[in-house]
């Protein structure tokens, strides 16, 4: 066991957070949420992505949203571009970090994508050739990696040949998700063990959502591997708007609490965190889905 002595933690709440709502969340709420977050400490935050407005409306405002944003010294914003129409849009706003997103599952590439495997590597290929002539660091996302909504299970074989892709084209870090939420520690120990033959552990990193309630248990068991980045969203926000039932991911809040509570250094204040996930719940009418930030939330109310 060689726990990290930090950690990375980049909130995807804006992006992943918000593409599955359904009422209308203004850009002026997305950015007042990313200067929440900065402002809390995050240095990562995934902003918006560059995807059809039809296929996921939320995500129309993407330039307005990155245009209003201001830029926080040491802060890096990242968007999705699974295309290099949505890389030549995106490249206007300028973003420190672009994401292409493949799938270890076939039938979640069509859904989520319209593209088989292969044919979304020839998709990101121009993406991640572009975006490296432009110093633009490039993370790709591995969905499905330990299951898939349609297909079930998902192996590891599954997960490494996609990291294999990935890697062979570019590609710079490999986020390994757990799309729908179902993976237990040793499965999903099993999927980072096998994106780890093609990326060191310094380029690799944790998207869990926490459908079935393991995210925590998840990130924990990848801790214990050593591995130090985690995508994480405020208030528990997000779903994929292509694998239903499916909710948000691991809240950042609840994460922050794990890590401080176990001595590892975040960098980020869990109050005005707090008040970052606070703000959008409340925008939303709901209340924040985070054990940590309700029984904080709780004790300050007492
Ligand atoms: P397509 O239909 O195969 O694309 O969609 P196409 O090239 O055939 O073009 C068809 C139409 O889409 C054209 O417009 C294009 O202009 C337009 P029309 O002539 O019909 O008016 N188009 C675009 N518009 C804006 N931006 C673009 C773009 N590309 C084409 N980049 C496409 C392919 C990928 C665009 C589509 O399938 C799509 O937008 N899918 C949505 C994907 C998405 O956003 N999913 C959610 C994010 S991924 C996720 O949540 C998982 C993650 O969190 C990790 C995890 O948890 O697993 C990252
Ligand atoms: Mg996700």
Known sequence: ????????????????????EKQPVPAAV????????????????????????????????????MAGIRRKPGVRYSVLTPNMQGFEAAVLSKPDEVVVFA??????????????????????????????????Y???????????????????????????????????????????GVGTPLKVRRAMEATLRHYSIDDVSGHFHDTYGQALANTLICLQMGIW??????????????????????ATEDVVYLL???GIVTGIDLDKLIDAGKFISDFLERKPNSRAATALLNKRAS
Not at 34 to 58: N, Y
Not at 109 to 122: F, G, K, L, T, V
């Open 30 to 65: 997305k950015i007042e949420l990313v200067h929440r977050l900065q402002d809390a400490g995050l240095t990562e935050i995934e902003v918006t992505s560059f995807v059809s407005p039809k296929w996921v409306p939320q995500m129309a405002d993407n330039a307005e949203v």
């Open 229 to 250: 980045q985690y995508d994480t969203s405020s208030a528990g926000l997000g779903g994929c708007p292509y694998a239903k039932g499916a909710t948000g991911n691991v």
């Open 138 to 180: 490039v993370r790709g996302a591995i969905s499905c990696a330990v299951g898939c909504p349609y297909e079930g299970e998902v192996a590891p074989e599954r997960v490494e040949l996609v990291a294999r892709l990935l890697k062979d084209i570019g590609v710079q870090h490999a986020g390994v998700a757990d799309t729908v």
């Open 103 to 136: 799938a270890a599952s076939e039938a979640f590439s069509q859904r989520n994508i319209n593209c088989s495997i292969a044919e979304s590597i020839e998709r990101f290929r121009p993406v991640v050739e572009a975006a490296r002539a432009r110093n633009i």
């Open 260 to 262: 401080q509570g176990m």
């Open 1 to 20: 066991m060689s726990l990290p002595s930090k950690v990375k933690l980049v909130d995807v709440g804006p992006r992943d957070g918000l593409q599955n």
